[in-house]
């Protein structure tokens, strides 16, 4: 029995990537990031602040971390809660002594139910990147374009009420595209994206309506995936975040170390003694910056974020 032709035809066969949104490149052989002061080393802390209906949506998918058990499910939905009425602001506390800015991904749905969030965020002088309506606006293929862009321009416009100007950053509900989303987030006018998670340093990403700059945050950093998922303790995570520090400044060029921070995970009183030790570490090395996510795209030679 002889094989089916088809099993050999792949439309995408070439050099490189999957599809057309930027070539593959080594990490050593592009220009050096020009990070503010001539550092050498940027941190870049991002917060998921997130509204998570009671009951999940179930379409396209369920976003990660959602409720599990028969509904209402108040044990998980309270334990959430807890990130946007305590856990937030132990995070914001701890950068403010560590004198660190961080990137806030910011569910539409926040800014609707808990302006004054969005208000201290603000003062505080952090950037805000919208993260969707609410942890049930997930984006897959099979979504219609115009629903996406729907969604899309809908977190934008509320972010936009709240914060008295437009977000330029965004980063989708579980980092999930479809493969419209690039394009439509160049047209509804955002600058850098959170979303991929394929390089240490920011990149720029070509779509049919014009640049967008891929700002990486890598998910194996993230305290969600360290203390939830790999259940490690919070001192555990600070040593694996100073051994990834160590690993990245050794490279030489500039980098950048992500850390990506749930409130109600690394908020809670056991662990914020551990992240604060390690907000004071990180400050304390040499040449060496906190950097939110559109201040990295803006250190790409030739963008300005």
Not at 104 to 130: F, K, M, W
Request: net charge negative; glycine share 6%.
């Amino acid at each position: 029995m002889s094989l089916d032709p088809g099993y050999l035809e792949y439309p995408m066969r070439r050099k490189g990537m999957d599809h057309d949104l930027y070539p593959w490149s080594n990490i050593t052989e592009r220009p050096p990031l020009a990070l503010p002061g001539g550092a050498k080393m940027a941190v870049g802390l991002l917060v998921s602040l997130e509204w998570f209906p009671i009951v999940p949506g179930e379409a396209p998918f369920r976003a990660p971390g959602h409720m599990q058990t028969a509904y209402p499910d108040y044990r998980h939905y309270t334990a959430r809660e807890y990130g946007t009425r305590v856990g937030f602001y132990r995070l914001l506390d701890a950068f403010e002594k560590a004198g660190a800015k961080a990137t806030i991904a910011v569910n539409a749905a926040i800014a609707e139910r808990y302006p004054s969030i969005v208000a201290d965020i603000l003062a505080a002088g952090h950037e805000i990147v919208a993260h969707a309506t609410d942890m049930d606006a997930t984006i897959d293929s099979t979504v219609p374009e115009e629903q996406e862009r729907a969604m899309i321009a809908s977190a934008r416009d509320t972010l936009t009420a709240a914060m008295g100007m437009a977000p330029t950053g965004w980063m989708s509900i579980a980092r999930q595209q479809s493969w419209n989303t690039p394009r439509l987030l160049v047209e509804e006018g955002f600058s850098h994206c959170l979303d991929w998670v394929n390089d240490d340093l920011p990149y720029v990403q070509t779509t049919a309506s014009g640049p967008l700059v891929a700002v990486p945050y890598n998910h194996e950093l993230s305290d969600r995936q360290v203390i939830v998922v790999q259940q490690h303790s919070a001192e555990s995570y600070v040593e694996q975040m100073k051994d990834a520090f160590a690993w990245l400044a050794a490279e030489g060029a500039p980098r950048v170390l992500p850390l990506h921070l749930t409130p109600y995970v690394m908020g809670l009183p056991f662990r914020m003694g551990a992240f604060e030790s390690l907000l004071e570490w990180l400050a304390a090395q040499p040449d060496t910056i906190f950097a939110t996510a559109g201040e990295l795209a803006a250190a790409l030679p030739g963008e300005d974020a």
